[in-house]
Nanobody, 116 residues
Framework: QLQASGGGLVQAGDSLRLACAFS????????MGWFRQAPGKEREFVAR????????AYADSVKGRFTINRDNAKRSMSLEMNSLQPEDTAVYYC???????????WGQGTLVTVSS
């Protein structure tokens, strides 16, 4: 249902754009979000978008640096990441669910590595 892409190796201060392609009509009406899991740490929330794409929420650690966008017509969601820091290094996952606190579908994850 969800396919994440766009990860890679960048330097601190660089930008990167992650994409999540989705399929299935149900996902169109679901909230969608991004999560990440750094080595040895728990998975954590990064950002989420309403099903219409007209509201968003961010973790404090990425607020002002990351932007989530969603285009249901193109069946895609993106995460624009600016001013990346080594602490942003993680596997990033896209997710979709009937509510912002009920994530039903998960993408396979894409690795982002930020070198100092």
């Amino acid at each position: 249902q969800l396919q994440a892409s766009g990860g890679g190796l960048v330097q601190a201060g660089d930008s990167l754009r992650l994409a999540c392609a989705f399929s299935g009509r149900a996902v169109e009406s679901y909230a969608m979000g991004w999560f990440r899991q750094a080595p040895g740490k728990e998975r954590e929330f990064v950002a989420r978008s309403s099903w219409r794409g007209n509201s968003a929420a961010y973790a404090d650690s990425v607020k002002g640096r990351f932007t989530i966008n969603r285009d249901n017509a193109k069946r895609s969601m993106s995460l624009e990441m600016n001013s990346l820091q080594p602490e942003d290094t993680a596997v990033y996952y896209c997710a979709a669910g009937p509510s912002p606190f009920s994530w039903k579908y998960w993408g396979q994850g894409t690795l982002v590595t930020v070198s100092s």
